[in-house]
Every structure is written in C-alpha cells, then in structure tokens.
C-alpha cells in the first residue's frame, strides 16, 4: 500500500483510539494492539519524512533534547492570562454579594444569567492551535509572559493535536492541567513500594511534571487537561455567551467538562455551590471551589476589568483539602493483611469538610523521607474518599503556634521544607517500629528488599481473624458453604470464635449460639453446622492453602503437598529443604518457614487437627512422578459436557500444570465455545488446541501417551 495513505490510515486509527481511552475512558483495543499501530506509523515516518505533519500522534512521545537545555523559552500572551477573584467565604453568601456586585454594575435589577463551573486545581495552561493545529502550549508564568511547555503538553493524550472542524487561523484555548486522584494515588503507591519519593498532592504532581526538563520523565506521570477559556482568536466568529464557546471546544475535541450548568441569579448559584460540594469526594479529581462566569459576553464587556480582575467572574472557594496541626503520637496499626502502618494522632484539625483526628503516615520509610516527628507541626491531606494522610512537616524555624491553624487561601504545601529528601537522621527521632505486634504480640518481621512491616500473627492475630476466616472457608480452600462476609463479622464481632480453630468447637459454634445471632434462622444454622462438619474432611494441599500463609497460593501448596506429602514434614522443614521443591524461591520458602516458627500459628494447626480437620495421606503423593508431570494446560470457553473446574483437577491429579495463561511454555490449550484471546495467542504461537473429545481421551487413558 501506498505509504501515505497507510500513514493517514494508522493516525486516524490511533487518534481514534486515544480519544476511547483518554477522553471517553473506554478503551477500544488492547494496548499491545495500539502499541503496533504506533510503531508501525513511526517507522513509516521516519522511512517517509516529508509525509510527517504537525498532527501526527507520534510526536507525543516527547523530545529529550530540551533536557540538556538550561530551561524553557519564554512566550508573551497576545491577551494577557488574568486570575479571577476569589470569594473566601465558603458560605452561601459568597454568591450573593458576587451577583449582588454584578448587577449593581450593569444597573439593573433583573436576573444575571451565569455560566458555573468547576474550579479544577492544577496548572493554567494556553493551548495555541494555528488554522486548527496544535501549534504550542505555554504556563501562565505572571500573567504577561509564561514559559514554552509544549513537548510536555504533547504527552498528554487528551489534548488534540488538530481540532475537528475548526478552520481558525489562531485559536488559543486556555484551560488546566491537572492529575486524577486515580493517577495521583497510583503513582504514589508505586513510588512508595519502591522507598521513593512520593508526589505531595495533585497539583504538585501536575504542576511538577509540566516543568519539568525532560518531557520523557513528564510522560510517566499521566496527566489530563479541562478547557475553561479562550485566548487569542483570528477568524472564528464567536458564540454570544461563555457556554456556547465550551460547548463548541468540545465538538472540536478538546476535553470540557460536563459538571457544568447554565443558571439565572444567586439562589442557583448557591445551589450550584451545594450540589457540587455534596459530590465533591465522589470526583475523580481535585477543586478547590466553582466559579462563576457572566454567561453573556456582551455583559462580560460592559462589566470589563478591575486591577487585572475581571468583574464577570469569581471563584466561590471550599474548605481547604490541606490543613495544619500538630502531631502529638504515631500509633501502629494492624491491617486485614498483617501489614503495619504508622497512624498520625493529630489535634482535631478540619480539613475537606470533616474534622481529622487520624491520618496515615503509610510506612517507616515515608516517615523518615519526609523527616517527621512526633512534636512537628504536620501538614494533613483529606481529598476524596482515601484515607487522610500527613503529607509533610512545617518547618520549623517557621515558628507556627501549636494547635491547628486556618490557611485560609494559601497553600499548606509551600510550608513544606525544600530538602525533603534528606533526612536530619537516617532513623526517625522518637518513634521505633514495634518489634512485637501489637494487637496479637507475635512477631514483627520485614522482608528482605521490602517496605512493609508484618506481624506474623497470622491466623491468630485478631485483626487478620476475620480476613484469615473468609480466606479459610473459601471454596477451593475449607470450602465452608454459607460461610460468607456477613456472618464472619458477626462470629468475630459477637466474640463467638476469637481463632480459626474455634469454627469446629461446638461448645463456642452450635445451634444455639449461632440462633442468638441475628435472628438467624434454625434452618440456616443447621445448614452452617452441617457445612462446618462436611469441610473437616480436606486434602493436605487445600489444607496448606487454607491456612493463609504469605505467598503461598493454590499452586505453592499443591507443589508442597506433593512433594513433601506429609503436614508434619512441610511444618519442620528448613528454608534449605523448602528451597528443594520446584518453583518455590527464597521469598516463599523463608515465608513458610517463617509461619510455623511461630508458636501461636502451630497450635491453630494443632487444634484443627484436634478438633477433626483430616485427609487422606495417601493422596500426598510425595515425589510420585505422575504422567503429566512437567506438561501445562491451559482452558478456555466452555466445554460442552465438563465444568472448566472439573477439568482442571481432573488435570491436575495426573500431574499437569493449568495455567491462567497462554505462553510459548504451553503444551496443549483445550477450547470450548466462546474461547477468545487464549484461542487466537495459541493459534499464534502455534500452540496444539484440542478440543473437550481429545481431553476425555486422555483422560481415558490416565495421562498416558500425551503428544500433543
Ligand atoms: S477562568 C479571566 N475557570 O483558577 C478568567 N479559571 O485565578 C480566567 N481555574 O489559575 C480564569 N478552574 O487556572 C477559570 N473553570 C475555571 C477554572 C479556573 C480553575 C484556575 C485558573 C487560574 C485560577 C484563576
């Protein structure tokens, strides 16, 4: 095919597709799929350079050569960036006297119509788009002149390269950058996993990546864009009112955003104010407040400016997301996973419209980066419905009073100390990791090369009882039918069963006891008992796998199972002897180990056992070399006769492997009806597919003579 039309063919399929995924958030293909498309138009670009334009989805992926650059360039604004005026007062009235304002100026007595909006935090960008081309996109700098931004703009997928429809010789779009909390929480839990520095807040992360040198680093932190604004226009006739020009930014593709309405006098305007601060937490980003704009822009003329304000428009704030307070204690807590985590006791601060006692200071390391202790004046973020967090300390040669003070509209981040990232002291001054944990005082340990603090409680720890519950009665593990969420909150809460092993003491679980619980019916109780009594009879691998033991999943414990084919053999085996079972590592075998050191997870096993848990030893088929040994299936559709589950273990009791997924490892894929991905990789990599006949087959024969 001729190379210009294939190269116009892939933009248009690529942009297509970026705007599903960035835009509509609905993702059109796989991104290894669009990854082939991109490459497939980037070696034809560069094969053909006269065939690369201006709109070329290519040149998002950011120049490097700025970074050797000593910054950016700066731009003048043709029509200056103005800020507006903010109405501190969170209240009602904060509307009232703006629209009270207006209508004395325009001397009239008649209902304003007003355009509301979202007031987005992040960073104000100009979007230069030149006879519909994205042409060059600078910050706001002071208003008069900004800095050159574009190679790190084009990293942002929602913003068109050429608009729809458009034929303007210059538009300038103004608008905000800004991080999702989705992509901001993201970013910072992985950077936390890995001990590095973590972003303080959205508009940090935003305002961050857009200045930074190498658009490349820009790219791994996604940011997104909402149009607000015009700047310069030649050669569009525009609409009459401020909302008729968002909605035209948006047929031309530019991202607007759809929490907007259209309103007349103050009443609505409060009433704007209200609705969206009930939603306020359930937005996937941050705002600091709404604005309010003079729809008309014939109004917003006559009502001009007043000392670079304009006089048509205010932001009407909320309460602050940031706040100050002192940090008076780190207490440890427990999580459903054993996972210890350092909780901020805070003097009562309101930050985001509720009252914060608590925050999380998320691990050791965070503490000590961010080089806070107990005594410090710390900075607390509630945003959204994530738990509140210290995100800093004050420095403190700032000399800030103890108790919690209002910042009204400032910013509490700037408080924070430039050198974040060298601590005072490599350990933290006046608080210590408990070695013990402390609801259950077993043993706190830290994986080599990991954050994370664990108690080792397990089973035994009160506040992993309940996950540890519902994880044992599961159905590929004790499969305890009936045995779900509801009822495991009522046994732990209504101190019926305070270990696992209390599930099968009929003295603690019986009739009666489990009558008293919430009106629940004899018959549902007779059918939990009942239950109970049927899972004692297990297999040692369910068994292992019941148990909860870190990293040690269906796979690891049928491995375990096999290969020491005793419960006594696997609970006194060293690292040394666990690393001899096939694909357990290190990391696994010191967790096994790790789990029966400890005394309190040995007599939770012991009481099982005590209390009628067993199986067949016999079926611990301990070094047994079975026929399928070595071979891995996968299964995929629906089979016509069989359960897929049915398959599997039918699989797997002659020593096959089933796996979740297709690789060039995989010997054999079975395919039902409706197979998808699995069948097309298989038949890429050329992998045998049978289908349910040729299983039965072999199955028939017990494994024997497998050739696919
Ligand atoms: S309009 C002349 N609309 O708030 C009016 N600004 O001081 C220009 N902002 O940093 C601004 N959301 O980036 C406008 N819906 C919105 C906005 C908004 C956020 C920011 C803007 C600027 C500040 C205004």
Known sequence: MDAKLRIAQLREEIDRHSYNYYVLDKPSIPDAEYDKLFRELQYLEETNPALVTLDSPTRRVGDSALAKREGFESVRHVVPMLSIHTETDTEASGAFSFDA?????????????????????????????????????????????????????????????????????????????????????????????????????????AAGSIRQLDPKLAAQRPLSFFSYGLGEVQGWQLPATHSGILDALKTFGLPVCDERAVVKGAQALAEFHKRVAAKRDALPFDIDGVVYKVN??????????????????????????????????????????????????????????????????????????????????????????????????????????????????????????????????????????PLKCPVCRSKVVREKGEIDFRCTGGLFCAAQRKQAILHFASRRMMDIEGLGDKLVDQLVEGNLISSLSDLYDREKVNLQSLARLDRMAERSAQNIVAALEQSKRTTLNRFLFALGIRHVGETTAKDLARYFGKLDAIMQASVEQLLQVPDVGPVVAQSIADFFAEAHNREVVQQLLELGVHWDENEGTAHLVLPLTGKTFVLTGTLPTMSRDEAKARLEALGAKVAGSVSKKTDCVVAGAEAGSKLEKAQALNVPVWDEALLQALLANNGEGFTA
């Open 101 to 205: 304002r207006v209508k004395n100026v325009l001397e009239t007595s008649s209902e304003v119509e007003y355009a509301c909006e979202l007031k987005f935090d992040g960073l104000a960008i100009n979007l230069r788009y030149e006879n519909g081309f994205l042409f060059s996109a600078a910050t706001r700098g002071d208003g008069e002149t900004g800095e050159d931004v574009t190679q790190n703009i084009l990293t942002i997928k929602s913003i068109p390269l050429r608009l729809k429809g458009c034929e303007a010789a210059v538009l300038e779009v103004r608008g905000e950058v800004y991080m999702s909390r989705k992509d901001f929480n993201r970013y910072n839990e992985k950077q936390r996993e890995k001990g590095l520095p973590t972003l303080v807040n959205p508009r940090n992360g």
């Open 296 to 433: 008309s822009l014939a109004l917003q003329k006559q009502l001009g400016f007043i000392s670079r304000e304009p006089r048509w428009a205010v932001a009407h704030k909320y309460p602050a997301e940031e706040q100050i307070t002192l940090l008076r204690d780190i207490e440890v807590q427990v999580g459903r996973t054993g996972k210890l985590t350092p909780v901020a006791k805070l003097e009562p601060v309101f930050v985001g419209g509720v009252t914060v006692t608590n925050a999380t200071l998320h691990n050791l390391f965070e503490i000590r980066r961010k080089d806070i202790r107990i005594g410090d004046q710390v900075i607390v973020r509630r945003a959204g419905d994530v738990i509140p967090e210290v995100i800093g300390r004050v420095a403190s040669s700032l000399n800030i009073p103890n108790g919690n003070i209002s910042l009204g509209a400032g910013r509490a981040e700037a408080l924070i100390p430039e050198v974040k990232h060298i601590p005072r002291s490599p350990y933290v001054h006046n608080f210590r990791m």
